[in-house]
């Protein structure tokens, strides 16, 4: 009898040791979610976390990338939830875009609690730019002309009324002390049509991202006046100051991160958080995410959900600043 149950309670045990080492190795078929067409900043994030992942070693599978346009990430969000929420396989891309939508109620039902926030593996910024003959040389003396008159100050973006390049923009018309609801806003498709129509003097000011508008700098075809990040930016954009150096609070990263459905384990949950920790310290990673025209910007598990919710209600107060 003793033997028969010291049997049973090791084959009990062993049971247990194996669903935790199930539980602890990782996707069977990797898969990341994006939230769009193919060769957008979804399909990017998708692109960065598929390669580092398998060539770091922390998936032995090639990870599978499937597309599902519909609502900037709505779609997604709302596919994960309703039928993929204790799904390990996948991963799904999200940008501080998402959170600007979640803000504004855009993905329906769901909330920012809805789903479980693994981590962020680079980001891009955004930057105020003007043409190259523009007689404006810094922030400042852009903002006190803006201030003067707001009115002669077409600001275009590639994006709606709403969308991130419009709510940067805003923070312009705001650091002026003006209203952000009587802005001049140009939505045009993409930031190539934002460049063509500063070339061709059809606005003043272009909102936009450092990765996109760097190499027009450069090249002179146009004058970033400032970069919306914590610290100046390595590499070619290493001249241009911030935002916060010339004396204005504007701060906006366009983070690059991913989620899991809310019903994922904890176990499985924290085995993708592993996996993003070492692959981002390697060197090839950096390599990839480089590619991609992204920089470090690394925030993992608690920390990056932190971030996320952080975000949603910065953005809450600024749509409404914005009347959004």
């Not at 799904?92 to 803000?103: P, V």
């Not at 479980?116 to 040389?137: C, E, I, N």
């Not at 400042?140 to 994006?159: M, T, W």
């Amino acid at each position: 009898m003793t033997s028969a149950f010291t049997k049973t309670l090791c084959g009990a045990a062993l049971a247990a040791f194996a669903m935790t080492a199930s539980a602890h190795a990782g996707p069977t078929k990797p898969e990341c979610l994006a939230g769009a067409k193919p060769g957008g900043g979804f399909d990017l994030t998708c692109r960065l976390a598929a390669n580092a992942l398998l060539e770091t070693k922390q998936i032995s599978k090639p990870m599978a990338v499937t597309y599902m346009e519909g609502g900037v990430g709505a779609v997604a969000y709302n596919h994960v939830i309703g039928k993929r929420g204790s799904d390990a396989n996948v991963i799904t891309a999200a940008s501080s875009g998402s959170a600007l939508l979640l803000a504004q109620g855009k993905f329906g039902q769901y909330d920012e609690s809805a789903v479980r926030w693994l981590g962020a593996l680079g980001a891009d910024y955004g930057v105020l730019v003007v043409s190259a003959d523009s007689p404006y040389k810094t922030l400042g003396e852009l903002v006190e002309a803006y201030k003067a008159a707001p009115g002669d100050f077409a600001i275009a973006g590639g994006g709606a009324v709403g969308s991130q390049d419009w709510m940067k923009g805003s923070l312009l018309a705001k650091a002026a002390g003006q209203d952000p609801k009587s802005m001049r806003y140009v939505a045009l498709e993409g930031g190539g049509a934002v460049l063509t129509a500063l070339e061709g003097g059809h606005v003043k000011v272009g909102s936009g991202d450092a990765a996109e508008m760097g190499k027009h700098h450069v090249a002179g075809k146009v004058r970033i006046l400032a970069v919306m990040s914590p610290e100046r930016l390595p590499g070619e954009l290493a001249d241009v100051p911030t935002a916060k150096e010339q004396g204005f609070d504007i701060d906006w990263p366009v983070w690059r991160g991913y989620y899991v459905g809310k019903d994922v384990s904890d176990a499985e949950y924290e085995w993708w958080v592993k996996a993003f920790e070492s692959a981002s310290q390697t060197p090839e990673f950096a390599k990839e995410r480089e590619a991609r025209g992204l920089f470090e910007f690394t925030l993992l598990g608690k920390d990056f959900e932190d971030r996320v919710k952080a975000d949603v209600e910065r953005f809450k107060v600024l749509a409404k600043e914005a009347g959004m």
